[in-house]
Every structure is written in structure tokens, then in C-alpha cells.
Nanobody, 125 residues
Framework: QAQLAESGGGLVQAGGSLRLSCAFSGRMFGSYAMGWFRRGPGKEREFVAAIGRSGGSTSYADSVKGRFTISRDNAKNTVNLQMNSLKPEDTAVYYC??????????????????WGQGTQVTVSS
């Protein structure tokens, strides 16, 4: 069983940066692939970024590639999402997710068993 808690959301102007963090509670954080998803206003939840168990493999949605960076610290049981050059279309609730089954982080919601409550990110123009 795992519990996830996101933090770091807020209001930022376009072009600014935010760093989201996800704290993992449970056993063997290093045995979970981790991902970030988001749900914008009136939209379906979508994949943002994922990172494998060791942190050596990452993947990104095309819409954030080059602007967002996912990382993890297995000693601190945390996964982070550094978001730079933010755009109004990045406005969304951001969710952290954990997958105990795969070595690499997937891009589909159904691949993740555990989810946080989400943190709101609002980018003003």
C-alpha cells in the first residue's frame, strides 16, 4: 500500500517556474515507477511525465518536453516535477501516481495503482 501527497502548486505568471513535489509513504519506494498527470479545466486527465524505478529512464508528453523535468530521490521517497517556461495552457490540477508493476513509468492512467489528491497549478497570461 502506498500513499502519495503532492505539494508546490500555486499561481504563477506565464514564463515563470514552479516545482512540484510528491511525498511517498509506504514500503520500498524504489520498487515503484512514478508518473505525473494533469487535468485541465473541462479536459480529461492526461499524461505529463514518468520516471522509472532507478530514475535512469524518463518520458514526457510532447506538450511539456523541453520545459518540464521529472526527477526522483529514492533516499527521500520523493518525486519532483520542475516546470519552467509555464504557459496558460499548463493550468491544471497535477497528480502524482505510483506503479508497482513496471520498471519503467508508463503513459496510461490504468498503469498506475496509487494516486495523490492533486495540487492546483494556475498560470496567468
Amino acid at each position: 500500500q502506498a500513499q502519495l501527497a503532492e505539494s508546490g502548486g500555486g499561481l504563477v505568471q506565464a514564463g515563470g517556474s514552479l516545482r512540484l513535489s510528491c511525498a511517498f509513504s509506504g514500503r520500498m519506494f524504489g520498487s515503484y515507477a512514478m508518473g505525473w498527470f494533469r487535468r485541465g479545466p473541462g479536459k480529461e486527465r492526461e499524461f505529463v511525465a514518468a520516471i522509472g524505478r532507478s530514475g535512469g529512464s524518463t518520458s514526457y508528453a510532447d506538450s511539456v518536453k523541453g520545459r518540464f523535468t521529472i526527477s526522483r530521490d529514492n533516499a527521500k521517497n520523493t518525486v519532483n516535477l520542475q516546470m519552467n517556461s509555464l504557459k496558460p495552457e499548463d493550468t491544471a490540477v497535477y497528480y502524482c501516481a505510483a506503479d508497482p508493476s513496471r520498471w519503467l513509468g508508463g503513459t496510461k492512467e490504468y498503469e498506475y495503482d496509487y494516486w495523490g489528491q492533486g495540487t492546483q497549478v494556475t498560470v496567468s497570461s
